[in-house]
């Protein structure tokens, strides 16, 4: 299977969470808009499925906030585009629960298996830390005082929403 991502820091974390090198290749797939990881992560693998024609994983990854009816989800990305984190902290008035989900797809061309990695938690005052990427600088896992961006690479992978996923993938493809 082929990891299929733009992105060398998501073949890094997946390779480091799953604990053996991936195969992974660079396309730019056209993605729908929507809330819904699953269902964006369904039709990128697809798609990703159409042009490798091998079988390929993707993911989808959102941050919905309680307070507002779990906006941004998978749209978090375009509010990255256009807000600083400060202003996507300041958009949480009184409730400031959350949940960080990903989805991880894998198609080869017959069967579609998804693995959804969820952890709860709340969106920050202010912005803090340096690790990670991404909205990692804003959220609070549940039980813990500082954001995915304050932690070290262990910690974070240890219980990570794209750990729960992986997990998931490991056990039905490697285990």
């Known amino acids: 299977m082929i ?3 733009g992105n060398e820091n998501k073949v890094r974390e997946f390779e480091e969470i799953l604990g053996f090198k991936i195969d992974h290749k660079s396309l730019d797939l056209e993605e729908i808009q929507g809330i819904d990881v699953e269902e964006i992560s369904e039709y990128k693998v697809r798609r990703a499925y159409e042009i490798v024609k091998e079988p390929v994983v993707v993911e989808d990854i959102g941050l919905f906030f309680d307070e507002l009816n779990g906006l941004p989800g998978a749209l978090i990305k375009w509010f990255e585009k256009r807000l600083s984190y400060n202003q996507i902290c300041d958009l949480i008035k009184k409730n400031r629960k959350a949940a960080a989900r990903i989805c991880v797809s894998y198609f080869d061309g017959n069967n579609l298996e998804q693995f959804i990695g969820e952890v709860k938690g709340e969106i920050a005052l202010s ?7 991404g909205w990692d600088k804003i959220f609070i896992p549940e039980g813990y005082n500082k954001t995915f961006a304050e932690m070290d690479v262990f910690e974070k992978h240890s219980m990570s929403m794209r750990k729960i996923a992986l997990d998931k993938l490991r056990k039905k493809f490697y285990d």
């Open 3 to 5: 990891l299929i991502t």
């Open 127 to 133: 912005p803090k830390g340096e690790n990670g990427f």
